[in-house]
Nanobody, 126 residues
Framework: VQLQASGGGLVQAGGSLRLSCLAS????????MGWFRQSPGMEREFVAA????????YYSDSVKGRFTISRDSAKTTMFLQMNSLKPEDAAIYFC????????????????????WGQGTLVTVSS
């Protein structure tokens, strides 16, 4: 599975951005996709995930109500609509795909995601 993230940029606090993640290859073995983020000096953390079959969505508490994860009908692209952005949302955002059958039990676990995109930088000015 190859993943390509895009859509990052500079936005003022309170603004919005929409990230995209184009996925190719290995569609049959993709059970979930997710977004993670990493700030300088911090560990990579879970943001949101979507089950590829059924479409169940999961969010971290810090973004719930502000971010929305979705996928297109062709199931080739995943999106993250980020609204009401805060300075603490600034990070490199990575998209990831999981081929683990039990990812539905652990959708927030980095260990369940084998395939990673290159990351896209989100900067939020206060």
């Amino acid at each position: 599975v190859q993943l390509q993230a895009s859509g990052g940029g500079l936005v003022q606090a309170g603004g919005s951005l929409r990230l995209s993640c184009l996925a190719s290859g290995g569609t049959a073995s993709r059970y979930a996709m997710g977004w993670f983020r990493q700030s300088p000096g911090m560990e990579r953390e879970f943001v949101a995930a979507i089950m590829w079959v059924g479409g169940t969505k999961y969010y971290s508490d810090s973004v719930k109500g502000r971010f929305t994860i979705s996928r297109d009908s062709a199931k080739t692209t995943m999106f993250l609509q980020m609204n009401s952005l805060k300075p603490e949302d600034a990070a490199i955002y990575f998209c990831a795909a999981s081929s683990a059958r039990d990812v539905i039990l652990y959708p927030r676990s980095l260990r369940k995601y084998k395939f990673w995109g290159q990351g896209t930088l989100v900067t939020v000015s206060s």
